[in-house]
T-cell receptor, first 113, second 111 residues
Framework: KAGVTQTPRYLIKTRGQQVTLSCSPISGHRSVSWYQQTPGQGLQFLFE???????NKGNFPGRFSGRQFSNSRSEMNVSTLELGDSALYLC????????????FGPGTRLTVT | KQEVTQIPAALSVPEGENLVLNCSFT??????LQWFRQDPGKGLTSLLLIQSSQREQTSGRLNASLDKSSGRSTLYIAASQPGDSATYLCAVSGTASKLTFGTGTRLQVTL
């Protein structure tokens, strides 16, 4: 069974631009969560989607948004990029919301210059 | 607000040693606790998951314990190997799928 896939793996953007990251969960998994990892703040929860609905949201500004499609694939969008948005963005999937175990993808490394 | 702390922040041990990584959390009302491994620049690999009703879980050379009342968990690695070198993260969930992560312990196992 294929694992969680994230595209692109690496991305370089300029301040003020916007970016869209994609996550394809494990087949049969319907919940997708997004996390941001930075050296200063560590791993922080962004949001979770289940059945195309946002179920949970972390403490991030409205520039960070997401959505989930009917095939459970999820996208995350960051508008008006700031230097501080440079991070590794990880998504995790589970069978359903509240499921005990989550499986993480390899991440997208975003660099904002 | 849940806070998760891991001690030590970094650890270097010679191959073959047994070692213990510590994780503490401030709110004992957790749903479960997971230990992950992260190699440099990579995603997370789940090692062990302990449900709130459990006391410990074992997988191969790894053993994790959970004491909810004291807000503590330990990850025991037996007979460490160079391939165990990585950053180890513990994470707790209070609701649904939201995980709160610790700061991590960077482990180096030397030959």
């Amino acid at each position: 069974k294929a694992g969680v896939t994230q595209t692109p793996r690496y991305l370089i953007k300029t301040r003020g631009q916007q970016v869209t990251l994609s996550c394809s969960p494990i087949s049969g998994h319907r919940s997708v969560s997004w996390y941001q990892q930075t050296p200063g703040q560590g791993l922080q929860f962004l949001f979770e989607y289940f059945s195309e609905t946002q179920r949970n949201k972390g403490n991030f500004p409205g520039r960070f948004s997401g959505r989930q499609f009917s095939n459970s694939r999820s996208e995350m969008n960051v508008s008006t990029l700031e230097l501080g948005d440079s991070a590794l963005y990880l998504c995790a999937s589970s069978v359903r919301t509240g499921e005990l175990e989550q499986y993480f993808g390899p991440g997208t490394r975003l660099t904002v210059t | 607000k849940q806070e998760v702390t891991q001690i030590p922040a970094a650890l270097s041990v010679p191959e073959g040693e047994n070692l213990v990584l510590n994780c503490s959390f401030t709110d004992s009302a957790i749903y479960n606790l997971q230990w992950f491994r992260q190699d440099p620049g990579k995603g997370l690999t789940s090692l062990l998951l302990i449900q709130s009703s459990q006391r410990e879980q074992t997988s191969g050379r790894l053993n994790a314990s959970l004491d909810k009342s004291s807000g503590r968990s330990t990850l025991y690695i037996a007979a460490s190997q160079p391939g165990d070198s990585a950053t180890y993260l513990c994470a707790v969930s209070g609701t649904a799928s939201k995980l709160t992560f610790g700061t991590g312990t960077r482990l180096q196992v030397t030959l």
